[in-house]
């Protein structure tokens, strides 16, 4: 029988503005039954602390992978501002050699930009993408002449990212959908 598998892929170390070392998540994350770790600290963030050397990052996130090996799978990932996505601030040889990078509030996309100014920085990046922190309240109203949350769903399969979200999160998710639906049908 299979056995599931915890997985938490959106942590902050003192690489950004998280508290404890990558070592000390890990060894967290073994005590608490977590079977993936994603480490996905903050890069090119303006507002917090960020990542100040890329490459290192990365060597200690791969020293530590090959030492827990038989115990836990760490993914190694980033959180970049969608400022930054737009602007593409990034070497995309190194963001492509991460397991993940996390889109960090999306709906503070300017105005005057809509979500397929996005898709082409997205597809060239190859590693699997996600959204983190993301206010679909604002999401839904920002776009709610263009189809709103439909609208957004579209754009995630488009440009195939996930949703890094909590249980609350989810369900305010479905609550709009439903409510979306009801107005449209
Ligand atoms: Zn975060």
């Not at 960020?50 to 791969?62: N, Q, V």
């Amino acid at each position: 029988m299979s056995k599931e598998v915890i997985m938490d892929i959106h942590n902050h170390t003192n690489w950004s503005d998280g508290d404890s070392s990558i070592e000390e998540l890990v060894v967290n994350a073994l005590k608490n039954d977590i079977g993936i770790l994603g480490i996905s600290d903050h890069y090119n963030s303006k507002n917090t602390r960020s990542i100040t050397s890329f490459e290192d990052y990365i060597l200690e996130i791969e020293i530590l992978k090959n030492k827990y090996l038989s115990k836990i799978n760490i993914l190694s990932g980033v959180e970049i501002p969608v400022s930054s996505i737009l602007c593409q601030e990034y070497s995309l040889k190194l963001i492509n050699n991460l397991d993940f990078v996390l889109v960090e509030n999306i709906e503070n996309l300017p105005l005057h930009f809509n979500l397929e100014s996005l898709e082409g920085h997205l597809k060239n990046i190859t590693c699997k993408k996600g959204l983190a922190h993301t206010n679909l309240y604002t999401i839904a109203a920002k776009y709610k002449d263009i189809g709103g949350i439909n609208y957004f769903i579209q754009f995630m399969k488009k440009t195939i990212c996930f949703l890094k979200s909590t249980l609350i999160q989810v369900i305010v998710f479905l609550m709009i959908l439903f409510f979306t639906m009801k107005i449209i049908g």
